[in-house]
């Protein structure tokens, strides 16, 4: 029986149109005295490769030390702005609800994210998704470059099986991390993949949102969808 949700958050949970690549600029330009004029790829990616392929784009070469102090610079950025990500940006259909039937229903959740912990938390809790993240489990993006070796991480801190939970992520990166720990993969074409991109990468199940959260909680107890 499933235990364990692992969320990634975003265009999974949330939807920051564009204030997190403000605030990421923002804090780079702190960080290294440059303006960001391009940045790396984003999607299913941790916060420290983000950071170094970026600074790579600009001419730069970093290391620990200064993606440590980018990440701290995120966080503050973040701490700043959360009125302006909380006006600009949204919760996704279906998150809350989703969230709230999943903790009703006894399983634990917590996040697998490429954002550092502190940024994960802010987003969360400024859309109100966070009262059911059980954060200590998660795995962060300051944790590990490889996304599969944070979702190995966060089933040792949960101390679950990988037959007992699920990822629920909008990315093949998401897909792929998850079937590298042998976990099952919910997939949702809410964010820049569609349903057929998530299938191709070899999602067990894909929805195209979180609306129809009765579904989602039958899929995550491991359910026909049909």
Known sequence: MVQLVLWDIDHTLIDTRGVGRELSAAAFQRTTGLTMRKQAKIDGITEAVIFRETAKLQGLATDREDFERFAAALAGEHLLQAADLRERGHALPGAAAALELLAADGIRQTVVTGNIRPVAEIKLQVFGLDQHILWNL??????????????????????????????????????????SSDVRVIAVASGRSDEAALRDAGAETVLPDLRDTELLVKLVRGGDPR
């Open 138 to 179: 998660g795995a962060y993006g300051e944790d590990d470059d490889q996304r599969s070796k944070l979702v190995k991480l966060a089933l040792r801190r949960a101390q679950v099986s990988p037959a007992d939970a699920v990822v629920i992520g909008d990315t093949p990166a998401d897909v792929e991390a998850a079937h």
